[in-house]
């Protein structure tokens, strides 16, 4: 199942890495999901059926317009 999540280069520039328990994007990758993700900061958004997830707050216009598609589908 396709996925966006915060990279583990985003968590790490806004310095969360030591709060947060795990590092979503690595623990993704660890358990087999097909994780997909853009350069840092981009606008990604990725849509698996009634999954709709996106990458960080670029993405969430975006996510907002995909999520909107689904209901009105």
């Known amino acids: 199942m396709p996925t966006a999540a915060?990279?583990?280069g985003?968590?790490?520039e806004v310095q969360s890495t030591h709060i947060i328990p795990f590092l979503l994007a690595?623990?993704?990758n660890e358990?087999?999901?097909?994780y997909q993700n853009t350069p840092n900061?981009?606008?990604n958004v990725v849509v698996?059926?009634?999954l709709i997830t996106g990458q960080n707050p670029q993405s969430?216009?975006?996510l907002g317009e995909a999520l909107c598609a689904?209901?009105?589908?």
């Open 70 to 73: 689904a209901l009105l589908a």
């Open 6 to 8: 915060f990279t583990d």
């Open 48 to 50: 698996d059926g009634r």
């Open 60 to 62: 969430a216009a975006s």
């Open 31 to 34: 358990r087999g999901a097909q």
């Open 10 to 12: 985003e968590e790490e």
């Open 41 to 43: 900061w981009s606008n």
């Open 26 to 28: 690595s623990t993704l």
